[in-house]
């Protein structure tokens, strides 16, 4: 899902994939000593007070003998109690929690004399976690009962849970979580022995996977089933909808096992979450969290189930070591995605969202810090959430489809499935990666790509000049019907009877002038009724043009769109467009967000809250 950055500090590169041979610059961590090979989590969940009580239980390996501490992450924890088992006897442990560092937290040192099998850390999380949104009953859908879901992506996972919160190491996970009775809970892993609304339920992840991936989320859901293996968490009155969209999800499985071998997760769902998830979608294991956005009701935009459902191979099988190799996860998902596109629903479709990705990378590449368009990324001490963009998802997945023209899918196609099985539930650098390629690709078909451009692609800034440059047919017909109508040759009118699908209208709506006059604003809208769209992608394009054009007749419709979703994709930028465009527009924007601010996520407030500073 995520995008962003890492730098300076020394990276071990070895050849043999382990979590001891990486540095992770935001993790306090001491894997080099010790990992959780596991955890058991015991919490009960407390909506009044916004906090999650209880215990974690951590399964200890030791890789050196010699070592006397267990150092945990965490972020605004309150920290009870620690308890170390030896020889099969628990017993309390002395540990210390530092003054917060505002990217990477609290380091939790637990001392241990000798060597335990297992810690147990007794904590409460706080309102403050920036891993948790807390929702009243009002912010959902159904407005009966309160909601609270995790995104512990990229570092969050220590606002909820003290743990070793680097994607450079991988554990299972087993739980037990109390709520109301009412509300079910699920998690990012089996949650088949929850069939009832009982007020307590246990979960098991057998598979190991990085913190980051541990998710939960409480609320009025119910279930139903589309297939064998996918299936569908809603609130009642969301729930038959998300079916009827995302019922492809099956093929879209199969077309995935077709080209890169069998999802090795057992079941597939989809978690339909509030509309103040702050994103398209979260690749949690066998539960991806879903924004309520993508229900457009015509499966125009479930190329987001595609991308989430793509990382069950590229990101959660295959994981990004550092932050920094962030494109490992989100330029192969990306990759992955368009190709599962293509097979279910066509080349045309597929090169249509290759165009619409690469062009707002080009625009996003214009303002974006130079070290930030590289694929391998600078934190420079920066929180990962700060250095996300497009450019891991997008570039990532251009160098990738470079890969492929250049040697062949015949060549390309086994070439990624056997990276795939061959680094099953591992995690690797960039430098790993490229090791891989040079020997089990460019040395196996010499004289088609020299690492010399491998290099170019990955550490050099901004686009190669020989970027693959998606072109779509339906895209020109566009064109031709839009000069038509800009020439004063074409009325709208003649427009109007063509069934457009949502990447036609977004190509639309980016090809029209900048400086397009108030009139042909209203005309268009008058034809189109873009204003009022149902499709959330549209109605974003249309909002952003309309404020570079001053066509103020959207204004409440804009200020609706801004308080009813918190999709940080949307919001962020409508909110930086106005802020940018004079002091009025930016004072009108600070009304509607101090209205709004209380029903976004905290990433999403995070990152407003720096536009109106």
């Known amino acids: 899902m995520f995008r962003k950055i890492i730098s300076g500090v020394a990276m071990v590169i070895v050849t043999h994939l382990s979590y001891a041979s990486v540095v992770d610059e935001v993790s306090y961590a001491n894997t080099s000593s010790v990992v959780s090979k596991n955890i058991h989590l015991d919490l009960t969940v407390q909506f009044e007070q916004r906090s999650l009580d209880g215990y974690v239980e951590h399964h200890l390996k030791w890789l050196d003998d010699s070592a006397k501490q267990l150092v945990l992450d965490t972020r605004d924890l309150i920290i009870h109690d620690v308890e170390r088992r030896v020889g099969g006897k628990w017993m309390k442990a002395n540990f210390s929690l530092s ?7 609290a380091k ?4 241990l004399p000798s060597q335990a099998d297992r810690v147990r850390v007794y904590y409460a999380s706080t309102p ?5 949104q807390w929702l009243t009953a009002n912010q959902t859908a159904g407005k009966k009962h309160p909601f609270m879901y995790s995104q512990s992506q990229a570092i969050h996972a220590r606002s909820w849970i003290p743990v070793q919160d680097t994607p450079s190491m991988r554990l299972t996970y087993s739980a037990t979580i109390r709520t109301p009775k009412e509300l079910l809970a699920v998690m990012s892993a089996d949650n088949s022995k929850n069939e009832e609304k009982d007020g307590e339920y246990h979960f098991e992840m057998p ?7 541990i998710a939960i989320g409480v609320g009025d859901l119910d279930y139903q089933a589309m297939s064998k293996q996918t299936g569908v968490y809603a609130e009642p009155s969301v729930l038959a909808s998300a079916v009827a969209e995302f019922n492809d999800t099956q093929k879209m499985i199969e077309a995935n096992e077709k080209l890169y071998d069998e999802y090795r997760w057992g079941q597939y769902d989809l978690l339909i979450l509030p509309p103040a998830f702050p994103f398209g979608g979260m690749e949690n294991p066998r539960l991806s969290f879903i924004t309520p956005t993508v229900i457009a009701g015509d499966k125009s935009l479930v190329n987001l189930i ?3 459902l793509a990382h069950s191979w590229s990101g959660n099988l295959v994981t990004n070591a550092t932050w920094r190799d962030l494109w490992l996860n989100e330029g192969f998902t990306s990759y992955v995605e368009n190709r599962v596109m293509e097979e279910v629903f066509g080349e045309e479709r597929a090169v249509m969202e290759q165009w619409l990705g690469v062009t707002d990378l080009k625009h ?7 070290d930030d368009t590289r694929l391998k990324l600078p934190l420079e001490g920066r929180d990962p959430d700060d250095a996300f963009s497009g450019v891991p998802y997008v570039k990532g997945q251009l160098f990738l489809m470079y890969l492929e023209e250049q040697f062949g899918r015949d060549k390309f196609d086994p070439f990624i499935k056997q990276y795939f099985n061959e680094h099953a539930f591992q995690s690797l650098t960039t430098e790993d990666f490229v090791q891989y390629l040079e020997e089990h690709l460019i040395n196996k078909y ?3 790509v020299s690492m010399e451009k491998v290099n170019e692609w990955i550490y050099e800034p901004g686009l190669p000049k020989d970027s693959p440059n998606p072109q779509s047919d339906a895209f020109a017909k566009v064109k031709v019907k839009l000069d038509g109508w800009l020439s004063g040759n074409k009325s709208l009118e003649s427009l109007k009877n063509n069934s457009w699908s949502v990447h036609e209208w977004l190509y639309f709506i980016e090809q ?3 400086d397009l006059s108030k009139d042909k604003m209203k005309q268009i809208d008058q034809v189109f009724n873009l204003t009022t769209s149902t499709n959330a992608e549209i109605r974003f394009a249309w909002f952003m043009l309309a404020i570079k054009n001053d066509y103020e007749i959207v204004n409440e419709e804009l200020k609706e769109y801004l308080k009813g979703i918190g999709r940080r994709k949307f919001i962020v930028p409508l909110y930086q467009s106005l802020s940018d465009h004079s002091d009025n527009k930016k004072e009108w924007a600070k009304s509607i967000y101090q209205e709004a601010r209380g029903g976004y996520h905290p990433l999403a407030q995070g990152s407003i809250d720096k536009i109106f500073k």
Do not use: F
């Open 108 to 111: 939790l040192t637990i001392s």
């Open 364 to 370: 996003e590449l214009k303002d974006l810090p130079k």
């Open 207 to 213: 598979q190991p996977i990085p913190p980051y991936l």
């Open 99 to 105: 003054d917060r560092d505002a990217v990477q937290g």
């Open 446 to 448: 010499p004289n088609i």
């Open 128 to 132: 403050k976690a920036s891993g948790l």
């Open 306 to 308: 595609a991308h989430e």
């Open 512 to 514: 029209l002038p900048d």
